[in-house]
């Protein structure tokens, strides 16, 4: 799952981001709110988590502009302010839940759990063919059996899965998994496509092999 951090204190969304990459969300931060508005309109995050005092462009204004651009990723709002008027008003802006300063992570992060759930029409299970991949304990199965997955394997695979029978090519791979400004090997998505190739389908050969390369377009995973 991919996710974007827009906070102006760098030391909170640092710590923020440290946490949710342990928790294998590929994560994105920026510090104000008008780098935070043109990430968020261009890229396929699964959730925003959004502080009120930005510079350049406060969150309620974000959020305003992202509804008004028909962008509908989830949004938690973090503010300073115990204000009922505040969250209200975000709420009705169109955010998903809201989190006052100080809170602890562990709260943060089943909130975003929560959200994404919601958004995801409360699918905790994934699931094509015997695949079975749950997104919130980090298990997936094939046949019944536990499949030992890296992480950003287990990344490329939900999402593979949450886009099945659509062809998803390198750059939306890498786009969603990776950092939007991965620099790294050219071959990383087919290095992880074969790994998982060879976990997924080849360790199970009476079973129907489920991903599917689309030459010159990129992967999809059939049904």
Known sequence: MKLLIVEDEQKIANSLKKGFVEENFSTEVVYDGEKGLALAKTNDFDIIILDLMLPKLDGLTVLQKLREYKVYTPV???????????????????????LAKPFSFDELLARV???IRRATNNESILKVDNLELNP???IAKRSNKSLYLSAKEFALLEYLMRHKDAIVSENQIINHIWDYDYEGLSNVVAVHIKNLRLKIDKSFPECKQLIITIRNLGYKLEE
């Open 76 to 98: 938690i709002l973090l503010t300073a302010k115990d204000s009922i008027q505040d969250k209200v008003k975000g709420l009705n802006m169109g955010a998903d839940d809201y």
């Open 136 to 138: 919130f304990t980090h």
């Open 113 to 115: 759990r929560s959200a």
